[in-house]
């Protein structure tokens, strides 16, 4: 006779209420006096020792969880807990859920055990438990590790290997995007931009200067800059280098805005076009050097956003600037005679160019 062991069980029930609790970082104590401000005694018939047991013992179930969370496809695989398929969907998309304040913080810096221990000021500047940090900054790292040299969408590489839905997928790639090219972001003068901020400029400088963008002949990869672009970027120095396209561009710009901005707008534009393309071209130029690539954000809030902000140009106007700027290189005789290719470079960098001076314009 043949003998069979079985066991069986019924699906894990899994109290997202309490594991917001964890999730944030409280104790057991803690979680247990939240849950009684709730009313849940009242609202239940509990007495408070259920309340006591039953938190502690979905403590101790998310404890559990935590290593297959941290490599979600395992979650699916794993026979200790029967959870069904949208529940685990809903854990999984809630732990690697974060709060922008305190990715905004350790955004741009190497994601290492090293710089792990900076994550104690993050919960004091951010006012985030410790706890809760700490599996932020940790989810960080590990996707960071996992998809950094890996071909192909960054976004379908995170969302495949960790199953987290597109939008989320997209602010992790923002992350490793930063982190991998160690943008500064931690500069005073940009403590006013905020992590969607950043995760908005990031995405369009994924889909349109790295070696995965779209009209790239390079190899398809996400996290690393088009180096061939950046380095035809630098050609663009004729725009101010060679006085009569400069003169040409310069007279094109100001015919486009003449009376469709206001008049001391359009003053400081005539007044000021030599500084505010100098700008525009010296950022194009100096990309392929990693000190100015790192240094991008604030060279943009430097150079441009602030000059215009204290020349108090309307963020209207600000645009109306950048579409007149963008088109007019279209219209120089000397560049579509003689350098056609720059046309074709110029549209890929203002594309993105201007899309984030606006991100970025505001108080």
Known sequence: MTSVNVFVTNNTYIDFDVFGHWLNGLTVHEAVQARLQSGILQSTGASPDMLQSDTLDNYRTFSLLE???QSPPKLATQVLLQIP???????????????SAVIRE??????????RKDVDDVSERTNIRLRSCRRQYDNCKNIFKTVEDMEGSL????????????????????????????FETGKKKLQYLSFDDFA?????????????????QADD??????????????????????????????GL?????????????????ESNFKNLSRCIVSVASGLIHSKELKDFFVDLVEKFIEPCRNARWSKRDVEAFLKAYEAAIQQIPQLKRY?????????????????CILQLYHS
Request: glycine share 4%; net charge positive; aromatic share 12%.
């Open 67 to 69: 290593r297959f969370l």
């Open 85 to 99: 398929a949208a529940v685990q969907r809903t854990l999984i998309e809630k732990y690697y859920d974060f709060d």
């Open 106 to 115: 350790i955004l741009g810096k190497k994601l290492t055990n090293r710089h």
């Open 155 to 182: 976004v379908n590489n995170i969302s495949g290997h960790f199953l987290l839905p597109e939008k989320l997928a997209k602010r992790y790639a923002a992350i490793v995007f930063f982190s991998n090219n160690r």
């Open 200 to 216: 908005y400029c990031a995405d369009l400088m994924i889909h349109n200067w790295t070696f995965g963008a779209a009209d790239s």
């Open 221 to 250: 990869m996400d996290v690393e800059m088009d180096r061939v672009f950046l380095q035809e970027l630098r050609d663009l120095k004729v725009l101010t280098g060679e006085k009569d396209v400069y003169e040409k561009h310069k």
């Open 253 to 269: 710009v100001c015919s486009a805005l003449r009376g469709k901005i206001p008049d001391p707008t359009y003053a400081d534009i």
């Open 339 to 355: 350098q056609p290719h720059l046309l074709t470079v110029w549209t890929r960098y203002m594309t993105t160019l201007k899309k």
